[in-house]
């Protein structure tokens, strides 16, 4: 039998559950008038009007570049998260052996240790593969926002 405790069981399962049941609430949960979602929306509909009104679009562009830095930001940092935990998964031995000596901790065997990596290494995978599909999409918008017809009476 695998040496896996009863609670971590529980806490994957719940983890998982949570995560499911999140995603289809926002994917495909009843669309609200009142939520920071349908704020943005409408904040982005009326600033893509004020485009096509400006002749200057160099703060557009200013914003879309922020924007995308913050996505860019976000998935590097995955990356190196996930560079972290592929080594510690590597020196598991070392890693249990120095946790196994700090007082307050539970005996984990490496087994357990594998397990919890794996499930951070699947976590921040998604969330490297989220942020970069961002940043495409922002540099989707940046073609967009460039390819606008001009402003009325500045041609």
Known sequence: ???????????????????????IYTDRGKPRTHSLRAAMHKNRYRWMQQVLKRENR?????VLGQLA???SFFASTSAVILVGLF????????VTAFVSNLPFVEKTTPLQWEL???????????????????????????VLVGAAPAAKGSI
């Open 58 to 62: 160099l703060l557009d562009a200013n």
């Open 116 to 142: 919890r990596l794996l499930v951070l290494i699947i976590i921040f995978t998604h969330a490297f593969f989220k942020f970069t599909w961002g940043l495409r999409q922002f540099n989707y918008c940046a």
């Open 69 to 71: 830095h913050g996505a």
């Open 1 to 23: 039998m695998l040496e896996i405790p009863v609670t971590d069981v529980v806490a994957l399962l719940w983890f998982a559950g949570i995560w499911v049941g999140y995603t």
């Open 87 to 94: 080594t510690i998964l590597g020196a598991k031995r070392d």
